[in-house]
């Protein structure tokens, strides 16, 4: 049997599963501007595309059992019918993250931040997943993917303003914020 390949691309091209409302940098460098993003598994896109970010599904890092238990407990998955808007943010954070321990990390994620803890609250309206890019020597260290309705589309914003005031990002060198709606089928 064929082993599933773990590594996720993510094209900026002509085609594809979702239309691209907006690119929008958040902080540093932008990337170009294209009509459409396509998904597909490592490398098996041979169309044309202007970019190709890649990442890995890989282990927690950071979180504890218990909010493991209340995540998946409240969690939903992608794919769902009504989640036609998605949002695609690739995330690259500082040499000063990357130097410090775990468990400094840990806290200025988590006793500092509240990453989880302020996030939980918008589950589960909003699906996500995280993707690894840093040792893929990639733009990136993540690539973060999010799908829900329209209606809660207010609700992703005002977690992202929460986000982006916390210590956490402090530590974040370049973001874009990248909106999509799903092609009708
Ligand atoms: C929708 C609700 C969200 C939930 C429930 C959530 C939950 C989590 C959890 C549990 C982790 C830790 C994974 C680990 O243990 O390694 C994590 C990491 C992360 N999340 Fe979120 N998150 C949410 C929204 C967001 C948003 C909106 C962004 C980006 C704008 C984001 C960006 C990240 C990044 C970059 C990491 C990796 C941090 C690192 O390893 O340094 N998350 N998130």
Known sequence: MKSESVITSFYGAEEGQWKIKSIAPVVGESIQQASFLHIANADEYSNSFSWQLKGASSNARYTTKAEKKEL????????RSEAVFGSLI??????KWWELTQDERRAIFEEQSQHIALSMKYLPAIARKLYHSKDLNEPFDFL???EFAPEFEADFDQLLKQLRSSEEWTYVVREIDIRVVKVSS
């Open 72 to 79: 998946v407990s409240r969690q939903q998955g992608l794919g």
């Open 90 to 95: 690739p995330i690259k954070k500082s040499e």
């Open 144 to 146: 973060t993917w999010f």
